[in-house]
Nanobody
Framework: QVQLVESGGGLVQAGGSLRLSCAAS????????MGWFRQAPGKEREFVAA????????TYADSVKGRFTISRDNAKNTVYLQMNSLKPEDTAVYYC????????????WGQGTQVTVSS
């Protein structure tokens, strides 16, 4: 079982930066692929970024490429999302997720953290 707790959300002006953190429990964290998703009001949850549990490779949604960076610190059981050059359209609740391997569905979810970008 994996439990995920996000932090680091808040209110920021357009062009600013935030770093989200996701603290995970469980010994198997370091082998699990981790991801960030977001859900804006009235919209479906969408993929933002993911990082592999094996080689640390990363993938990003086109909308955040070049602005967001996902990383992980296995010693701290934590995954991060560094968000730069934020835009009002980045406003959403951001969720951390984990899955047992690259082929499984996203099984574990955090409670979410609100990010609001003002224009």
């Amino acid at each position: 079982q994996v439990q995920l707790v996000e932090s680091g959300g808040g209110l920021v002006q357009a062009g600013g930066s935030l770093r989200l953190s996701c603290a995970a429990s469980g010994r198997t964290f370091r082998t699990y692929p981790m991801g960030w998703f977001r859900q804006a009001p009235g919209k479906e949850r969408e993929f933002v970024a993911a990082i592999s549990g094996s080689d640390g490779s990363t993938t990003y949604a086109d909308s955040v490429k070049g602005r967001f960076t996902i990383s992980r610190d296995n010693a701290k059981n934590t995954v991060y999302l560094q968000m730069n050059s934020l835009k009002p359209e980045d406003t959403a609740v951001y969720y951390c997720a984990a899955r047992p391997n690259e082929y499984a569905s996203w099984t574990y979810w955090g409670q979410g953290t609100q990010v609001t970008v003002s224009s």
